[in-house]
């Protein structure tokens, strides 16, 4: 007598799960500038590592001074792209910190936040950028002195000195050739019957190539 068992066919059916996942190659770009640069363009590589497309929907930056653009909007699985990002200068100097949002649809991690330092060296140093009197306690406006200094490895001179007001005279004076002056600055025909806070304002012009970089402002008050 034979007996016969039943087979039973377990068919085990794994779920298929879309996913979208853009990842970056750096999420943050260190850039050293030079004394020539005006503005920086950083590249963020990335690629879409997940199986479904993803749509970059907008991309904003925390500065105008920024302008970041995606190279497309759709991007399909293992297609790769960039997100470019130009940092222009103006008159900024040291450490600047730009952040870069970007909106996607993809479901986990739709915003993704790059980050964008560039160093600016600057082309002078000016200690103090502000001189200031007491008409209270200075019973004479004597003058006094702000020093700058190049960093550059060539020469720089002073061309010109424009102030905003009649009430500061301003005398420049080298210290070393081409690379270290002091500005001395004096009021002169303070009304001794105004009261209120008296200002000056002191552009100083060089001869450095790019002019945002190589002019200076001081600032004079009398309290």
Not at 82 to 102: L, M
Not at 137 to 166: M, N, R, Y
Request: net charge negative; with cysteine.
């Amino acid at each position: 007598m034979k007996i016969f068992f039943p087979t039973l066919i377990v068919s085990l059916t794994v779920p298929f799960f879309a996913s979208a996942k853009l990842e970056f190659e750096n999420s943050r770009i260190v850039h050293e500038a030079n004394l020539d640069e005006t503005e920086y363009t950083a590249i963020f590589a990335f690629t879409n590592r997940g199986n479904k497309a993803v749509t970059v929907k907008e991309v904003h930056s925390s500065c105008g001074c920024t302008t970041a653009l995606p190279s497309k909007r759709v991007f399909e699985p293992g297609e790769s792209g960039e997100i470019s990002a130009t940092f222009d200068y103006g008159q900024r100097e040291g450490k600047q910190i730009k952040s870069i949002r970007v909106e996607t649809d993809q479901e986990e991690e739709s915003r993704i936040v790059l980050t964008l330092e560039v160093n600016i060296p600057s082309v002078m140093e000016v200690s103090p950028s502000v001189v200031m009197w007491n008409r209270s306690v200075d019973s004479e406006f004597k003058a006094k002195e702000v020093i700058i200094e190049s960093h550059l490895d060539e020469p720089i001179e002073i061309t010109e000195v424009i102030g905003s007001s009649d009430l500061f005279i301003q005398e420049v004076k080298v210290i070393e050739e081409g690379k270290k002056f002091a500005l001395a600055v004096t009021p002169q025909n303070i009304p001794t019957d105004k009261k209120g806070i008296l200002r000056g304002t002191f552009v100083i012009k060089t001869n450095f190539a790019n002019p945002s970089k190589g002019t200076l402002k001081i600032y004079a008050i009398v309290r």
